[in-house]
């Protein structure tokens, strides 16, 4: 696994590794497969960049907006503030954000 954390990397590094699985530790010490979705990017600044992820969770995942810690067998760990962002009947999806200047 990866020494990186997950909030520092970029949509680049997400990109290649759309539709694959993350490992959620919750509060409770079970863990939660969640499914990388989709991964935009929203970058209209040269000096900004902006990018979304969307993850989709089984039925029955947490409806709150939270702070949890991910592990990718590829790109490593890290917390990740994920939002609640809709639910179906195949379960809850979840967006993370990332808004930060661009390193120069």
């Known amino acids: 696994m990866s020494d990186l954390s997950l909030d520092t990397l970029h949509y680049e590094d997400y990109a290649p590794h759309l ?3 993350f490992i ?3 509060q409770n010490g079970s863990t939660m497969d969640l ?5 935009e990017e929203k970058s209209l600044s040269p000096r900004q960049e902006q990018f ?15 702070i949890f810690n991910l592990q990718h067998e590829q790109l490593g760990s890290g917390l990740m503030f994920l939002v609640p962002s809709g639910q179906d009947a195949e ?10 200047p661009k390193q120069a």
């Not at 499914?35 to 991964?39: A, N």
């Not at 979304?52 to 939270?66: C, H, I, K, V």
């Not at 379960?91 to 930060?100: I, S």
């Open 19 to 21: 539709n694959s699985k």
């Open 24 to 26: 959620v530790q919750l």
């Open 35 to 39: 499914e990388l979705t989709q991964i």
């Open 52 to 66: 979304a992820l969307t993850f989709r969770a089984p039925l029955g995942a947490p409806l709150e907006q939270q």
């Open 91 to 100: 379960g809850v999806t979840y967006e993370a954000v990332f808004n930060r």
